[in-house]
Nanobody, 115 residues
Framework: QVQLVESGGGLVQSGESLKLSCVGS????????ISWHRQAPEKAREWIAT???????MYTPSVKGRFTLSRDDAKNTMYLQLDSLKSEDTAVYSC?????????WGKGTQVTVSS
């Protein structure tokens, strides 16, 4: 069973950057659609970005130009680079992959941005 484990979260100040990683245990993301989502306290989970196998990407407007989604299939890892962070970016960030066998979620990593 595929397991996804996120890392890289933490506490930063407004304007700073973080790079989140999501590793698939004994699994390659090749051919999968990969995405990141986030959930702020007392709010519904929000889709952030998706990267398709062909390289096309899509971002929610609030992060476009500040966040970058990438993948390294050789390392079974996807990344989310977060730049110019704002206090409203504070949330638990989770990765997701979708393939022919279904969808898998990671448990998330906390990102806290202080103003």
């Amino acid at each position: 069973q595929v397991q996804l484990v996120e890392s890289g979260g933490g506490l930063v100040q407004s304007g700073e950057s973080l790079k989140l990683s999501c590793v698939g245990s004994e699994y390659s993301f090749t051919g999968d659609i990969i995405s990141w989502h986030r959930q702020a306290p007392e709010k519904a989970r929000e889709w952030i970005a998706t990267l398709w196998p062909g390289g096309a990407t899509m971002y929610t407007p609030s992060v476009k130009g500040r966040f970058t989604l990438s993948r390294d299939d050789a390392k079974n890892t996807m990344y989310l680079q977060l730049d110019s962070l704002k206090s409203e970016d504070t949330a638990v960030y989770s990765c997701q992959r979708t393939g022919d066998d279904g969808t898998t979620w990671g448990k998330g990593t906390q990102v806290t941005v202080s103003s």
